[in-house]
């Protein structure tokens, strides 16, 4: 089952409800605006994250600088640094090599990089 993400309006309606029992300083408009390719699910974190954004910066309603704050984090993830050792490194390599050499003589199709 596919359910496209919500379109500007949809998003705007989504935070209305989100919104309607926390205090803020918001355009709904405005933050749909920026929130393109959020999923009503993201769009509750962003709303949920920004309001602790708020608390922690001893704030009782969430503004939109709270909004820009967290919005990368919730659209791209927390940064994960990669801290793979050499040995890592090189089962992860053979790993992918013996991938590839299987898919090949096996004749799968797959994007050649």
């Known amino acids: 089952i596919f359910i496209s993400l919500p379109d500007l309006l949809e998003r705007q309606s989504i935070l209305e409800k989100l919104l309607e029992n926390k ?3 918001l355009n709904y408009l405005k933050i ?4 393109v390719g ?7 974190t962003l709303i949920n994250e ?6 922690k910066h001893q704030r009782e309603e969430i503004t939109e600088s709270d909004i820009l704050e967290v919005k990368d984090k919730i659209a791209y993830g927390k940064k994960k640094p990669q ?6 490194k090189e089962l992860v390599a053979l790993y992918q090599s013996a991938k590839a050499l299987s898919a090949y003589w096996l004749e799968i199709e797959f994007d050649k990089v």
Not at 50 to 55: P, R, Y
């Open 50 to 55: 920004s309001a602790l954004n708020a608390l």
């Open 83 to 88: 801290t793979l050792d050499e040995n890592q």
């Open 32 to 35: 749909a605006k920026i929130c």
């Open 23 to 25: 205090k803020h300083a």
């Open 38 to 44: 959020f999923s009503g699910a993201m769009l509750a």
